[in-house]
């Protein structure tokens, strides 16, 4: 079943969608030609999936939140033979972060 033509809210995941991809990248970026969006997008859509934190489980604040957290002595802390490292995606325009094993 198609959505009528300007009805934003019939098809309210696609407008979401729409503008995420141009709040979080279009916006910043200024594509040449259609394999240059296309090649923008395909980067987009691999940090959108694997990179980029969103609410999988629901919308709201997780259970474990209202639970008493002990506090903390340690915070933040890099275990010893590792760093962290950044890889920039779209050429800056976002990075993601994971810890790597440095050499002994």
């Known amino acids: 079943m198609k959505?009528?033509?300007?009805?934003?809210?019939a098809n309210s995941f696609c407008e979401r969608l729409i503008g995420t991809v141009r709040r979080e990248c279009l916006d910043f970026m200024i594509p040449l030609h259609e394999p240059h969006i296309l090649q923008i997008l395909k980067e987009w859509t691999a940090h959108y999936n694997r990179g980029r934190p969103h609410f999988r489980l629901g919308p709201g604040v997780p259970e474990f939140a209202f639970r008493r957290i002990e506090i903390q002595v340690q915070r933040h802390h890099v275990p010893d033979n590792h760093r962290v490292a950044a890889v920039s995606i779209l050429g800056g325009l976002h990075r993601e972060y994971r810890m790597e094993r440095t050499a002994a």
């Open 3 to 9: 959505t009528l033509y300007r009805t934003p809210p």
